[in-house]
């Protein structure tokens, strides 16, 4: 069944359906969840945010719209996830430079991080701090990792399972745990 039938069944109450639908896209909820971060927080807890987006998506989709549900299921996952960010980066008082989204990695694996607070509305003033305060973020992360953290960091954000990373980098899966143990608890410590 196309993703518009599935939907159509969801909508009317075909409770098959809207869990075939979430199947269906659950990678790419775990996906998009792998490309942000919280201190001290959990990928469960991003992952649970992005199903919520994905649910919103079912039931906010419009089949008479030009985009294809995916794509509306993209926007409303990250959105999802950004909200969530924020309201934990407001809760705690916390400068949202906590709170990133891991985009990609440079050649020389030195981090190309793009702040949350560049993204949600924020005044020039906000903007003038964030961005200080991201490089000073961008600068520990970067003092604080290994090249070999950082490597098994950016295929890790990437979306890249265990077995795929110890093939790219010819480590064991259990070295890459320990690599993302300690890449947690360098990271917790310095920023806290």
């Known amino acids: 069944m196309t993703d518009e039938e599935l939907i159509e ?3 009317n109450g075909d409770e098959a359906a809207e869990t075939e639908l979430f199947e269906r896209y659950k990678d790419l909820v775990v996906k998009i969840s792998r490309s942000y971060f919280i201190v001290g927080g959990d990928l469960e807890d991003l992952i649970q945010e992005g ?3 994905l649910y919103k998506a079912l039931k906010g989709f419009n089949p008479k719209k030009d985009a294809s549900f995916k794509t509306f299921a993209i926007i409303c996952i990250k959105h999802q996830i950004q909200t969530a960010i924020k309201r ?3 809760d705690k008082n916390k400068p949202l430079s906590q709170a990133v ?3 990609d990695f440079s050649e020389n694996d030195t981090l190309d991080i793009l702040p949350v ?4 509305e924020s005044t020039p003033a906000e903007r003038a ?3 200080e305060n991201f490089e000073n973020l961008k600068k ?3 003092q604080s990792l290994s090249k070999l953290e950082l490597k098994v960091l950016k295929l890790y954000l990437q979306g890249y399972s265990y077995k795929e990373i110890s093939t790219q980098l010819n480590i064991t899966s259990k070295s890459i745990d320990n690599s993302l143990s ?3 608890s360098k990271l917790k410590e310095r920023l806290n």
């Open 140 to 142: 520990t992360i970067i």
């Open 129 to 131: 701090i964030d961005k």
């Open 88 to 90: 934990a980066s407001a």
């Open 101 to 103: 989204s891991f985009q």
């Open 117 to 120: 607070a560049l993204v949600l």
């Open 51 to 53: 199903m919520l987006g």
């Open 182 to 184: 300690r890449i947690k």
């Open 9 to 11: 069944k969801a909508k």
